[in-house]
């Protein structure tokens, strides 16, 4: 799970940065070690009808819709003819319907398509890049539908996957680390992805994806500013990957203690 690649990125944006440098590293790894990257969907359509995945398979994720993805990390793919997947905040990309919250310079339009025509899914990652598991039952429908009408729009086609936000924005909530493992989902959230149309959907969690997580609950690893090369090996491999996430699952378990005693009281006072 990436998110800006750039050399200077913004502060809010900084630590789930990579630089191009080390995106360029990373993937020269990946296909000296013979893996064979897939889109989501791919990922997705050959679980449901029971085909054989290639060799070493793994997905190259990007969240949010940076502008670097464009930039930088769509000529390191096609130098190496590597799929991906971008899932995009709708509301953050620049155009018609920006809104405020983007942590970055993100994607324009042009750029998103440009992107699609090179081959990357375009999967969706809600409009407003909210905290799904505390919306309304409304908001949290408007979010997953909004979000999928627009990528069908602009896109000539209903995007086929998505993946959960953390949930940080310009308004202070809790560091990124201490992120549900569902990416601020819960069933509820699960099930209205689900409702919308998309076919798969991902997590965070920060272990490899497994048959026995669900179509709308696979896990991924975070690939951060911090993470060197050999911990991208272990990553990439499966190797120590408790060790590496310890404090991040530690932060989890804690946090969604007061996660669910907030939505509880949201609940029962609702102009609180």
């Known amino acids: 799970m990436y998110h800006a690649v750039a050399h200077a990125p913004a502060r809010a944006a900084h630590r789930l940065s990579v630089s191009p440098d080390a995106f360029a590293e990373q993937l020269g790894l990946l296909a000296e070690r013979g893996f064979t990257p897939l889109t989501a969907g791919q990922l997705a359509g050959a679980w449901r009808d029971g085909s054989r995945l290639p060799p070493r398979p793994v997905l190259i994720t990007f969240d949010d819709g940076y502008e670097g993805v464009h930039r930088h990390a769509l000529p390191l793919l096609a130098k190496h003819g590597f799929a991906a997947t971008l899932f995009a905040s709708t ?46 039952d409304e908001r949290l429908r408007f979010e997953v539908d909004r979000c999928r009408e627009i990528l069908a729009r602009e896109l000539d086609g209903p995007p086929v996957s998505f993946a959960y936000p953390y949930g940080y924005s310009s308004r202070p909530v809790p560091p990124v680390s201490f ?10 959230v699960r099930q209205a992805v689900r409702e919308a149309g998309f076919g798969v959907s ?11 997580q669900g179509p709308y609950a696979l896990e991924r690893v975070t690939v951060r500013r911090s993470t060197g090369i050999g911990e991208f090996e272990r990553l990439v491999e499966g190797r120590a990957l408790g060790r590496v996430f310890a404090r991040d699952h530690a932060l989890t378990k804690g946090y969604a203690v007061v996660r669910r005693a907030r939505r509880a009281a949201r609940r029962c006072f609702p102009g609180g």
Do not use: C, F, K
């Open 202 to 212: 991902l997590a965070v969690g920060n272990a490899l994806a497994a048959r026995r």
């Open 91 to 136: 509301g953050w990309l620049r155009g018609p319907y920006e809104g405020r919250g983007a942590p970055d310079l993100m994607l324009d339009w042009d750029q998103v398509r440009e992107l699609a025509a090179a081959g990357m899914e375009i999967g969706g990652h809600s409009h407003t890049h909210p905290q799904m598991d505390q919306l309304t």
């Open 179 to 188: 992120a549900s493992p569902y990416g601020y989902s819960s069933r509820r």
